[in-house]
């Protein structure tokens, strides 16, 4: 399962020049999408095209996940044609229910078994698309342990709502909140925007989306432009200059409680248990994809 999801690049399945290029791009993952961006006449050929794909990208090392349909026709023979060596996980757009994941996890498990895969390989994203799927979020997140990531879909829902995406994104503002907090309450990965992907050329403005749903709690975002991706690695990375000023917090603390003090101060500010242990946090995180990026570098 992908343990870092800073940027997450979706691309049709059926278009083989977009599969190869993705395998030579450094996103953290690759979404393989049999979902909105192949028309339906074209998603059995997807399918059959899905083991291919898995073998191209397999070479860059790069984690890959399928996003599936949720829909009777395509559902069953979307899991069938996925589920295979080199996948990460499946992203299951337009949950509603914890009964649609658990029949999922279970589809999967009975997969893993019948194709000697190991139990557990493949981990489950959700797309929560619709008030429904908000209002029930706490129970279908908790409904397998399969569930790494939870992201808004940002046009669906704003078609739910009867509206179009703003620039301020006002009406994302409430669904990605409760999204990041009922997914960090269970140590999942919460995912988005305060934006839409849709306007891809305007970097400044998908800069602006990222760096708003990080300051709320997000990890990263999908997208469907390469120039997308180095600004989420970039926005969902710990600052250099906050990493530095962290480093310093943990010296000036813990030197003070060497001193019998459990606060102190540092360029003016107060330096407590929580500041400190948000350094800490920091220098962790810095750390962990410090060694995420040099194994990005080795597998390529």
């Known amino acids: 399962m992908p343990t870092i999801m800073r940027s997450n690049l979706i691309v049709p399945s059926n278009v083989q020049r977009y599969v190869e290029k993705a395998a030579r791009l450094a996103p953290d993952t690759i979404v393989l999408d049999l979902e909105d961006s192949v028309p339906e006449h074209e998603k059995e050929n997807a399918r059959k095209g899905i083991e291919q794909a898995l073998s191209t990208i397999k070479v860059s090392g790069t984690p890959v996940m399928v996003r599936i349909n949720n ?34 996890s279970d589809q999967l498990a009975r997969l893993e078994i019948e194709r000697g895969l190991q139990p557990g390989q493949v981990g489950i994203s959700l797309e929560v698309e619709s008030p429904k799927g908000l209002l029930n979020l706490e129970e279908i997140a908790t409904a397998s342990s399969r569930i790494i990531s939870v992201d808004i879909g940002v046009e669906d829902y704003c078609l739910a709502l009867g509206v179009s995406p703003s620039r301020e994104a006002t009406e994302l503002l409430y669904p990605l909140s409760r999204i990041i907090t009922i ?13 839409s992907l849709a306007e891809f050329k ?39 200059e906050k990493v530095d000023w962290a480093r310093r917090v943990v010296e000036a603390f ?3 409680l060497k001193e019998g003090r459990a606060s102190t101060s540092l360029d003016g500010r107060m330096v407590d248990e929580p500041v400190y242990r948000r350094a800490k946090y920091f220098l962790s995180r810095a750390e962990e994809l410090a060694l995420f990026e040099k194994g990005k570098i080795q597998e390529r």
């Open 71 to 104: 829909h009777p026709e395509h559902l069953a023979s979307d899991l069938d044609a996925v589920v295979a060596a080199g996948l990460s996980g499946i992203l299951f757009p337009k949950a509603e229910s914890a009964e649609q994941v658990i029949r999922i």
């Open 183 to 195: 997914c960090k309450a269970y140590s999942i990965k919460p995912l988005g925007l305060l934006g």
């Open 202 to 240: 305007d970097i400044e403005r998908f800069e602006k989306s990222a760096c708003a749903s990080r300051q709320l709690g997000c990890e990263g975002s999908f997208c469907i432009h390469p120039d997308q991706i180095p600004v989420l690695n970039r926005v969902f990375s710990p600052d250099p």
């Open 254 to 256: 813990e030197k003070s």
